[in-house]
């Protein structure tokens, strides 16, 4: 069973960091690029990042670029997502999913096969 397990959100002041997690299991994790993806009230899900764990290729929507760094650990099967300089507009419900896919932007854009359950980010304005 395909099961992929979300955490470390939390209340953080802009400015602050926070570091997800995305636990995996149920699958040949480095056969799979996993996204993060987030959503916040009233808007639609929108694509963060991406790791490609076959080659490690990366990519980073535009708005969290320089800010959030995506990173894979093969032996634990968990990808993290360090945020730092968190702004009130990345206040969301964060979720991570899996897809053999190749990361890239117009992908990011597609639903992913395997979601896990969201951790909810909330930076204060």
């Known amino acids: 069973e395909v099961q992929l397990q979300a955490s470390g959100g939390g209340l953080v002041q802009a400015g602050g960091s926070l570091r997800l997690s995305c636990a995996a299991s149920?699958?040949?994790?480095?056969?799979?690029?996993i996204g993060w993806f987030r959503q916040a009230p009233g808007k639609e899900r929108e694509g963060v990042s991406c790791i490609d764990n076959s080659d490690g290729s990366a990519y980073y929507e535009d708005s969290v670029k320089g800010r959030f760094t995506i990173s894979s650990d093969n032996a634990k099967n968990t990808v993290y997502l360090q945020m730092n300089s968190l702004k009130p507009e990345d206040t969301a419900v964060y979720y991570c999913?899996?897809?053999?896919?190749?990361?890239?932007?117009?992908?990011?854009?597609?639903?992913?096969?395997?979601w896990g359950q969201g951790t909810q980010v909330t930076v204060p304005a």
């Open positions: 149920g699958f040949t994790f480095d056969e799979y690029t």
């Open positions: 999913a899996a897809d053999i896919v190749v990361c890239s932007g117009p992908t990011i854009m597609m639903p992913y096969d395997f």
